[in-house]
Nanobody, 117 residues
Framework: QVQLVESGGGLVQAGGSLRLSCAAS????????MGWYRQAPGKQRELVAT??????????DYADSVKGRFTISRDNAKNTVYLQMNSLKPEDTAVYYC????????WGQGTQVTVSS
Protein backbone atom coordinates (compact mmCIF):
# COMPACT_ATOMS: atom_id res chain seq x y z
CA GLN A 1 0.00 0.00 0.00
CA VAL A 2 1.25 3.46 -0.90
CA GLN A 3 0.59 6.61 1.07
CA LEU A 4 0.65 9.94 -0.71
CA VAL A 5 1.18 13.32 0.93
CA GLU A 6 0.61 16.52 -1.00
CA SER A 7 2.11 19.87 -0.11
CA GLY A 8 2.69 23.29 -1.62
CA GLY A 9 -0.84 24.62 -1.80
CA GLY A 10 -1.82 28.06 -0.60
CA LEU A 11 -3.26 31.43 -1.47
CA VAL A 12 -1.90 33.26 -4.51
CA GLN A 13 -2.98 36.16 -6.66
CA ALA A 14 -4.10 35.65 -10.23
CA GLY A 15 -1.08 35.40 -12.50
CA GLY A 16 1.05 33.90 -9.77
CA SER A 17 2.67 30.50 -9.45
CA LEU A 18 2.67 27.56 -7.09
CA ARG A 19 4.50 24.24 -7.08
CA LEU A 20 2.73 21.25 -5.63
CA SER A 21 4.60 18.18 -4.43
CA CYS A 22 3.35 14.66 -3.83
CA ALA A 23 5.60 12.45 -1.75
CA ALA A 24 4.95 8.71 -1.81
CA SER A 25 5.76 6.37 1.05
CA UNK A 26 7.06 3.77 -1.36
CA UNK A 27 8.50 3.44 -4.82
CA UNK A 28 6.48 4.97 -7.63
CA UNK A 29 8.71 3.43 -10.28
CA UNK A 30 6.22 0.65 -11.00
CA UNK A 31 3.15 2.87 -10.99
CA UNK A 32 1.40 2.70 -14.34
CA UNK A 33 0.66 6.40 -14.00
CA MET A 34 0.92 9.29 -11.59
CA GLY A 35 -1.48 12.18 -11.75
CA TRP A 36 -2.96 15.30 -10.30
CA TYR A 37 -6.69 15.87 -9.99
CA ARG A 38 -8.66 18.75 -8.56
CA GLN A 39 -12.08 19.32 -7.11
CA ALA A 40 -13.69 22.72 -6.82
CA PRO A 41 -16.66 23.33 -4.47
CA GLY A 42 -19.84 21.88 -5.92
CA LYS A 43 -18.02 20.26 -8.82
CA GLN A 44 -16.82 16.78 -9.65
CA ARG A 45 -13.18 15.81 -9.32
CA GLU A 46 -11.41 16.35 -12.63
CA LEU A 47 -8.13 15.26 -14.12
CA VAL A 48 -5.49 17.97 -14.34
CA ALA A 49 -2.39 16.14 -15.52
CA THR A 50 -0.89 12.67 -15.75
CA UNK A 51 2.60 11.38 -16.31
CA UNK A 52 3.69 7.94 -17.44
CA UNK A 53 7.25 6.67 -17.43
CA UNK A 54 8.58 4.34 -20.09
CA UNK A 55 12.16 3.71 -19.12
CA UNK A 56 13.86 7.08 -19.04
CA UNK A 57 11.16 8.80 -21.07
CA UNK A 58 8.18 10.50 -19.47
CA UNK A 59 4.91 11.11 -21.25
CA UNK A 60 2.68 13.85 -19.89
CA ASP A 61 -0.90 14.75 -20.69
CA TYR A 62 -2.93 17.73 -19.55
CA ALA A 63 -6.48 18.95 -19.34
CA ASP A 64 -7.15 21.56 -22.00
CA SER A 65 -7.82 24.16 -19.32
CA VAL A 66 -4.24 23.97 -17.99
CA LYS A 67 -2.20 23.25 -21.12
CA GLY A 68 0.66 25.69 -21.49
CA ARG A 69 0.37 26.80 -17.85
CA PHE A 70 0.92 23.67 -15.76
CA THR A 71 3.77 21.18 -15.93
CA ILE A 72 3.80 17.75 -14.29
CA SER A 73 7.07 16.00 -13.51
CA ARG A 74 8.28 13.07 -11.47
CA ASP A 75 11.44 12.13 -9.64
CA ASN A 76 11.42 8.36 -9.23
CA ALA A 77 14.53 8.46 -7.05
CA LYS A 78 12.70 10.69 -4.56
CA ASN A 79 9.32 8.99 -5.06
CA THR A 80 7.86 12.42 -5.68
CA VAL A 81 5.62 13.96 -8.29
CA TYR A 82 5.37 17.68 -8.87
CA LEU A 83 2.90 20.06 -10.46
CA GLN A 84 4.28 23.44 -11.44
CA MET A 85 1.40 25.85 -11.87
CA ASN A 86 2.02 29.17 -13.61
CA SER A 87 -0.29 31.98 -14.71
CA LEU A 88 -2.85 30.86 -12.18
CA LYS A 89 -6.46 31.92 -12.62
CA PRO A 90 -9.30 32.17 -10.09
CA GLU A 91 -10.94 29.19 -11.79
CA ASP A 92 -7.94 27.07 -10.78
CA THR A 93 -9.12 27.33 -7.17
CA ALA A 94 -9.73 23.81 -5.87
CA VAL A 95 -8.41 21.06 -3.67
CA TYR A 96 -5.67 19.31 -5.59
CA TYR A 97 -5.19 15.57 -5.14
CA CYS A 98 -2.30 13.34 -6.07
CA UNK A 99 -3.09 9.94 -7.58
CA UNK A 100 -0.92 6.86 -8.01
CA UNK A 101 -2.16 4.05 -10.20
CA UNK A 102 -0.92 0.58 -9.46
CA UNK A 103 -3.29 -2.37 -9.47
CA UNK A 104 -5.42 -0.05 -7.36
CA UNK A 105 -5.71 3.71 -7.22
CA UNK A 106 -4.17 5.53 -4.29
CA TRP A 107 -5.01 9.10 -3.29
CA GLY A 108 -3.51 11.75 -1.09
CA GLN A 109 -5.49 13.86 1.34
CA GLY A 110 -5.42 16.91 -0.92
CA THR A 111 -3.97 20.39 -0.72
CA GLN A 112 -5.98 23.59 -1.09
CA VAL A 113 -5.10 26.04 -3.84
CA THR A 114 -6.87 29.39 -3.77
CA VAL A 115 -6.33 31.97 -6.49
CA SER A 116 -7.62 35.46 -5.78
CA SER A 117 -8.62 37.87 -8.51
Amino acid sequence: QVQLVESGGGLVQAGGSLRLSCAASGSIRSASAMGWYRQAPGKQRELVATIISRGSINFADYADSVKGRFTISRDNAKNTVYLQMNSLKPEDTAVYYCNARFRADYWGQGTQVTVSS
